[in-house]
């Protein structure tokens, strides 16, 4: 089946740095990855969608400076967390698409856990 | 505006038990269901889904039921084993868009 990894699994930092997680699917090409974030006992939220080579489309409320995604290649998208605070401790999972035929199923990946001290 | 969401949020059934959970949508438009397992501390997995043409599709031990007068959609799982204790969450999308809304998940407890 379609396998899509990230890393890194979780990562502590301190607030004001930057924290880049990357998203790869590797048995397949992805024309699609899907960034959410889920906070405890909460459901996933869409952040933004991104398609290869092209700007991320982000949902409302994301700030775009601030949460950047470069999907520089049909098995690879990464999230940069910018000047990260508390606040932005959460659980971040991406997922990839690739449209084939009519199907069009998101396979997600593990999950990076971030925590911002 | 449009939404997912599940009955329960929480669910115990016996080990051996047959596991029902809900989920019911709001967008009419929506013709694609997902249903998705995730544990703890892991990223969903995907279980079974079905498209808005069907009112029933079954998997190995699962069952998902579609009825579309009442925007409704159901889980069933068959024997459950403690393994299937996580959360579930239903997901849907409309025709062309890529984007999945999901519903706010059901915690399913197995009791041994």
């Known amino acids: 089946g379609a396998v899509v990894s990230q890393h890194p699994s979780w990562v502590i930092c301190k607030s004001g740095t930057s924290v880049k997680i990357e998203c790869r699917s590797l048995?397949?090409?992805?024309?699609?990855m899907f960034w959410y974030r889920q906070f405890p006992k909460q459901s996933l939220m869409l952040m933004a969608t991104?398609?290869?080579?092209?700007?991320?489309?982000?949902e409302q409320g994301v700030e775009k400076d601030k949460f950047l995604i470069n999907h520089a290649s049909l098995t690879l998208s990464t999230l940069t967390v910018t000047s990260a605070h508390p606040e932005d401790s959460s659980f971040y999972i991406c997922?990839?698409?690739?449209?084939?035929?009519?199907?069009?199923?998101?396979?997600f990946g593990p999950g990076t856990r971030l925590t911002v001290l | 505006g449009e939404s997912v969401g599940l009955h329960l949020p929480t669910l115990s059934v016996q080990e051996g038990d047959n596991s029902i959970i809900n989920c019911a949508y709001s967008?009419?438009?929506?013709?694609?269901f997902i249903w998705y397992k995730q544990e703890s501390g892991k990223g969903p997995q995907f279980i079974i889904d079905?498209?808005?043409?069907?009112d029933k599709r079954q998997g190995q031990r699962v069952t998902v039921l579609l009825n579309k007068t009442v925007k409704h959609l159901s889980l069933q799982i068959a024997a459950t084993q403690p393994g299937d204790s996580a959360v579930y969450f239903c997901?849907?999308?409309?025709?062309?868009?890529?984007?999945?809304?999901f519903g706010s998940g059901t915690q399913l407890t197995v009791l041994p």
């Open positions: 079905i498209r808005s043409n069907m």
């Open positions: 048995d397949f090409q992805a024309t699609t």
């Open positions: 997922s990839a698409s690739s449209l084939s035929g009519s199907t069009d199923t998101q396979y």
């Open positions: 967008n009419s438009a929506s013709d694609y």
């Open positions: 997901a849907e999308k409309s025709g062309s868009a890529r984007q999945l809304t």
């Open positions: 991104s398609n290869e080579g092209s700007k991320a489309t982000y």
